[in-house]
């Protein structure tokens, strides 16, 4: 009986045309001529071509079909078969105060749109005489930036000057990578929310549209028994508006008509900013520009203390000096290395009292000479 040709996932990712022709032709008795133009070898090499092509195209297709190593829509088709679908981009919304030419608050029509720079805002909601909620056009954390004097893009009558107000109400997030969305599935299918526990919390408080980050201390953490305590973090897991954290109070509910099940006392609460200032020293190539390579360090330090995560507990000291040593080729070496003055790891407080979450705060580079 003939060797029947069998392909594994792995023998169609590296089956290539020439392993595919090299078969046909062993096939073929040595009786016929199957050198390269012959009629036998030019009949059989589109036909390798093509098998070649679809084993290419089935490995790729099984990739697509499991969670590891699916992209873009297949890995959204995979996961949608759990009931886990991939978080969009969201608009943001912001606070725009509204003042008439001698500073005063002016109340100005809800719909009237405002734009800086590229980004424009249509009054949804007034909170006060001159203070609106005002919803991004644009979704995405594009929506979260800038602040200050904003322009009107419609001609309102009395309108002397209006603020565009630093801290969102409600935080916008980008979509989802592919990564951070494969890594919320794992985890996902590999915990057991139910009932109340941790987990379950987490599930819940995480999907209500603008929370990013969460840390729920349970009653033995709190002190009594039914207590829970939630600590919340907008979509970039900085410290979430107190509007916001209104909003997940009031969806926790009272004896089981929201989302904590009876018997659950639960406060929300939001995260406290830690400035981290850094003071560091560099030593740079010679004849390299000094004032070329300080942004950058800057820029660096900042990078590395915005990638602390909400649950984490430490800015580690050495990560920070590697994180300015890789920063530029011509940085030779680093002197005195400093966070909040002290040259050692900064502990941050993780107590529901008081949950530090770390922010840039003052950063002062220069240069070691001599």
């Known amino acids: 009986m003939a060797d029947e040709i069998t392909t ?9 045309y020439e392993a595919y022709l090299k078969e046909m032709l062993d096939r073929v008795p040595d009786t016929l001529d199957k050198r390269e133009g012959s009629v036998i070898y030019n009949a059989l090499a589109p036909c390798a071509f093509l098998c070649a092509q679809q084993a290419y195209m089935l490995a790729y297709m099984m990739n697509l079909l ?22 969009t981009a969201t608009a943001a919304v912001r606070q725009i105060n509204t003042y008439d030419s001698t500073g005063a608050a002016l109340d100005v029509p809800l719909g ?12 949804a909601e007034k909170i006060a005489v001159g203070q609106y909620r005002a919803t991004c056009e644009q979704t995405g954390t594009v929506g ?69 980050a969460v840390k729920v201390f349970p009653a033995h953490e709190m002190g009594a028994a039914g207590q829970v305590g939630i600590v919340i973090g907008d979509t970039q897991g900085n410290t979430a508006s107190a509007a916001k954290v209104a909003e997940v109070q009031a969806l926790m509910g009272t004896d089981g008509d929201g989302i904590a099940p009876i018997g659950h006392t639960v406060t929300v609460k939001t995260s406290t900013d830690l400035p981290v200032d850094v003071a560091a020293a560099v030593r740079v190539k010679t004849g390299s ?21 909400f649950a984490d507990s430490t800015v580690f000291y050495a990560k920070l000096q590697a994180a300015i040593l890789d920063c530029h080729p011509d940085i030779v070496d680093i002197g005195a290395v400093t966070i909040n003055g002290e040259s050692k790891n900064l502990a941050l407080e993780k107590t529901f009292e008081t949950y530090q979450v770390p922010t840039v705060g003052t950063i002062t580079v220069t240069e070691v000479t001599g």
């Open 8 to 16: 594994t996932e792995t023998d169609l990712n590296n089956y290539d």
């Open 66 to 87: 499991f969670a590891d190593t699916a992209e873009a829509e297949w890995l959204d088709r995979v996961c949608h078969d759990f009931g886990i679908d991939r978080k």
């Open 112 to 123: 009237s749109r405002f734009q800086i720079e590229n980004i424009s805002f249509g009054l």
């Open 144 to 212: 979260n930036l800038y602040s200050g004097t904003i322009l009107p893009v419609d001609n309102i009558n009395g309108l002397g000057s209006a603020e565009l107000v630093a801290a969102p109400l409600t935080a916008a997030r980008d979509d989802e990578s592919d990564d951070d969305f494969r890594a919320r599935f794992y985890e996902a299918m590999r915990r057991n929310p139910y009932g109340g526990n941790i987990a379950d919390y987490e599930e819940k408080v995480l999907a209500i549209d603008g929370v990013g």
């Open 289 to 309: 520009s000094f004032a070329t390579i300080q942004p950058i360090v800057v820029q660096a330090i900042t990078d590395y203390i915005n990638a602390v995560e």
